[in-house]
């Protein structure tokens, strides 16, 4: 097949770039301009004809009064010119400046008057808390000045000789808070800085939703001039660009290139470096590391230990070694039974452990079956700690909780009204963010507000108003949606023409191609034409030309994730039919899944595979899983088929002849989009539960491992890439990531973290293995209810862990969601959902987290009460109410390793605990049994695997972060006593709040400002 040749030897050029260390491009598309991934990004405004946000943001810039003017310019065509008249100046979005790193402003100018005070852009709370940059200099002071002032004591200029007039020049104003410092760059090349800027750019802008003003063209200040001259390309970036990149974006306009390789490459490489040669931390002590000996299967590559057992000198007893393997693109090694070995590296050692791989004969290996399942979310209840405390459980779910009784749902149903051209009801508001009008991802948003909706309504039976409330909300979202679907693809008026086929679908009326246009002017409305059974906050178009090969971006002719939308809804539609029966809801989710099908059953696997591994655009969330999950409800056999139409066949299986990938053990992910990726393989696990294919549980079992082992940060978050130059990627090699991750843009997307929860909780199910669990609450305890601002339900995008980073909290009042806002609300309204799960036979209970909590173990008519302070005290206690035989499996954590102690009515029990295993406690348990589990805390570090001196301090399973008073650069050094690193550390363990050399350090759940959750640590 020729056309299959062509496509799979694009898709061989897409993996070299991915997997070769050098390239910063990982995927193609707009995501990476001028070599800086797009989150770095805020805005763009071209202004070749419009003001629009040319980013996936929809900033849209408008001006103060009347029509914006272009003009034809001999450089760069099309445009924007301002002249000087009182109304001549743009307004841009405040929400702008949210979610800021840094700041970073560049853009063309050809000023017409030479004249002080032309304000290039004005952006700030007043004329006395703001950040702006005059080229000609103002009345007082000459030259092109770029000033920030966050009060009168603290306001820092940068001045240079003032620019050119009449002719185009690039002006680069950056804010950099790490190096404290402002820099302005004239055409590429820097031309001032001003020093020892001690300040927080919220002390500038205000806090999110602080009122703010951002002017181009005109000063904050009334009454001053405005500017007159031509503008194009004017950027905002969340991010401090260096020298190399602002070359690049200067030079690269001249060429009107997107990307120029030469000025490309590493551009973020600001990471304080160490010498390769010096071992650092535990392995400066280190003798010796053993081999290990493996077993595999012919075609799949082992799995190596990432942790060997090391001997250390002076009697040493350290922690076992992190051993980096190499990672092979294929499985040649495997491809016939024999013997073969593996070297690795210790970091900083000329130690090269071996590993001695056995491949057996056999192709088959065994997968596990589920044995266990959870409870419902009705099932647990959270409670107050023992002093009567909320916990920060607790908090978090009512922040969530309270502020989603509030939404209005026709703000969430606006747009899909909007779509279907019918009236909004008095009084309805549109979302923002990522579900305003011109956004090609609106209804995202709904998809998980109906998932939030239905686990809030489970989780609230401990109060029946707000319970009815969400009840209230699950049932009209239904209902409005149910009429919307009922209308696609059939007469507007009977006896009127429709298209019910799904592949028949016409382009839009007067139109001559389908387009993603979701203008005013611009959307289709003739639902009649869109085949049955559709449902969506946009028309089909996006879908269609998907197929046809549409990328991702912000054009007519490209689209955003269409699937990865749909994915929420059905998600959410099928959870509301899970918690409350109703049948709508379902045939909502039936009607599009048969629309699905019978559109994706006639695209060509080639094809199909061209799809799901375009950047973005082939973003598909869990589709498989949703698919899934209708066919378990249903039995309907196209819906199985349809999941399996969402197999990322180059990830779970290398290629289409199945040759190797995930199911294989080769690691296909390095270098892509987490988010993009993750959810494939909750549906992936989701395949295997209906299918039982073992290719499916493997893919996932394989995935997870290397996630956790390869690519994790110390709070449990997995993307955050500087190489490829994309803080939503995994760093492009496995087990690199002090070389290639620490993104400047920030690191571990949040929503990818509540994907890996939702991931190792679904192979717990299948597979007991501890680590799992381990995983579970350090992603739960150091990201999850880390990610919530103190005083609302606002929440993190990324959370940074390089020195002295901040969180950033967005969506306060849940008026405006990106994914990430998305699966907050998700999280928030089911955080009981893994403390416990049960065997399928009811004869065992596991108690996986140590969390005050009621379970009702209706089955058994069995209750089972956790009271406890945990984690600011190291035991708990369960209370069981009902008799009968059945086993308790209790998680003895990895970190407890000073012991764990297990009392029965008081009575110590004799057992023997291993860190890092499940222990079964068997009894016929009587009404009031009290088993009583303690396991001491102790301080121990988490290393990163290719830099081991920076390391993370957790207390048992707590992560610390060092309470910085500002930002900074260079990691915060700690020296411990290398045998007890405790020695150095005061504090109150009942507070969890403890100092170093005077620092405080709190847990990262409780960090609020400036924070180090790395070190740079020495061992004495
Ligand atoms: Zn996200």
Redesign the pocket.
Known sequence: MKGFKEISCFLVTAAFLTCSAGAARAQGGDQILDGIGETGMIARYVFDGDLKDWSRNSLHGKLAAGQPSFVQDEQFGKVLSLAGGQTDYLLLPPEALVDLESLSITGWVNLRADKKDQYFFDFGQSASKHFFAAPLGSASQAGYRAVVAADQNRIYSAVAPAVSINKWVHLTIVIDIPSKAIQTYIDGKQVAEAKNASLELADVFGQSGAKRQLFIGKSLTAGMPTLKGLLHDFRIYRVPLTRKQIAGIYYNSLKDLHEDTAHMGKTEDDLPTFPMTKAQLYNAYLQEVADVSVETNVGELPRLPSYVQGSYRDGMVGPKVRVIWPSPTDNNEVLSAGRYTVVGRVPGTDLKPKAIVTVRGSSKSATPISKLASFQLDQVSLDSDMHDHDTKFIENRDKFVLTLAKTDPNSFLYMFRHAFGQPQPQGASPLGVWDSQDTKLRGHATGHYLTAIAQAYASTGYDKTLQANFAQKMEYMVNTLFELSQLAGKPQQAGGAAVADPTAVPFGPGKTAYDSDLSQEGIRNDYWNWGEGFISAYPPDQFIMLEQGAKYGGQKNQVWAPYYTLHKILAGLIDIYEVSGNKKALDVATGMGDWVYARLSKVPTENLIKMWNTYIAGEFGGMNESMARLYAITKEENYLKTAQLFDNIKMFYGDADHSHGLAKNVDTFRGLHA?QHIPQIVGSMEMYRVSNNPDYYKVADNFWYKAVNDYMYSIGGVAGARNPANA?CFISQPATLYENGFSAGGQN????T?NMLKLTSNLFLFDQRTELMDYYERGLYNHILASVAKDSPANT??VPLRPGAIKQFGNPHMTGF??????AIESSTKLQNAIYFKSRDNKALYVNLYIPSTLDWAERGVSVKQTTDFPKADETRLTIKGNGKFDVHVRVPAWATKGFAVTINGKVQQVAAVPGSYLKISRKWKDGDVIDLKMPFQFHLDPVMDQPNIASLFYGPILLAAQEPEARKDWRKVTFDAQDIGKAIQGDPAKLEFSIDNVVFKPFYDTYGRHSVYLDVTLK
């Open positions: 988010n939503e997307e949040t929503c990818a509540y995008y990324h990106t994914c990430c806002n998305g699966t």
